[in-house]
T-cell receptor
Framework: DSGVTQTPKHLITATGQRVTLRCSPR?????VYWYQQSLDQGLQFLIQ???????AKGNILERFSAQQFPDLHSELNLSSLELGDSALYFC??????????????FGEGSRLTVL | GQSLEQPSEVTAVEGAIVQINCTYQ??????LSWYQQHDGGAPTFLSY????GLEETGRFSSFLSRSDSYGYLLLQELQMKDSASYFC???????????FGAGTTVTVRA
């Protein structure tokens, strides 16, 4: 158990809908990262927050947005869902934003299926 | 920018040794990390090389050569539980995130 909690674990929804994925980082970690993993693919970086502020942005679609709250939990909002958005969405955390040890702590992921 | 290349699949028998290479094209990075992921589970950290050379952690070792633009993960005394996907990842200079390779699926056979 990494200490990172993601909910929901599984989500099935229809095209055009909107969903919110939630992540609670490890206790004391200030930085949260979101990654998308499509079937048999690598981990694609979406966005990073550090202590409530957006720190880095990857190839995140305009239909997707995220935020980190004062209690450091984060939410990833996916709207106008398309079939291609079906994927595993991972949240990861680190103590700081510098990743000096190259180590991220990943949650178990949220598996999104869009029908 | 960066590009990480790994073999897509490797198969070996129990007790064997497997080396997963990761070659990269990048303008500069802090270090190379390796992660293990079992069938759709959470990726877990294995090792990090900030400097050239070999890092050993039990049955797993990782190596980095900046001059040759490559690194590898060495899995020794393979066990069935080592069947998983393995990802290399870099932390680019001036960046705050890990960029991952496409992953190598290791299958261990009895």
């Amino acid at each position: 158990d990494s200490g990172v909690t993601q909910t929901p674990k599984h989500l099935i929804t229809a095209t055009g809908q909107r969903v919110t994925l939630r992540c609670s980082p490890r206790s004391g970690d200030l930085s949260v990262y979101w990654y998308q993993q499509s079937l048999d693919q690598g981990l694609q970086f979406l966005i990073q927050y550090y202590n409530g502020e957006e720190r880095a942005k990857g190839n995140i679609l305009e239909r997707f947005s995220a935020q980190q709250f004062p209690d450091l939990h984060s939410e990833l909002n996916l709207s106008s869902l398309e079939l291609g958005d079906s994927a595993l969405y991972f949240c990861a955390s680190s103590p700081t934003g510098s990743l000096s040890t190259g180590e991220l702590f990943f949650g178990e992921g949220s598996r999104l299926t869009v029908l | 920018g960066q590009s990480l290349e790994q073999p897509s699949e490797v198969t070996a028998v129990e007790g064997a040794i497997v080396q997963i290479n990761c070659t990269y094209q990048t303008s500069g990075f802090y270090g190379l990390s390796w992660y293990q992921q079992h069938d759709g589970g959470a990726p877990t950290f294995l090792s990090y090389n900030a400097l050239d050379g070999l890092e050993e952690t039990g049955r797993f070792s990782s190596f980095l050569s900046r001059s040759d633009s490559y690194g590898y993960l060495l899995l020794q005394e393979l066990q069935m539980k080592d069947s998983a996907s393995y990802f290399c990842a870099v932390l680019l200079l001036g960046d705050y995130k890990l960029s991952f390779g496409a992953g190598t699926t290791v299958t261990v056979r009895a």
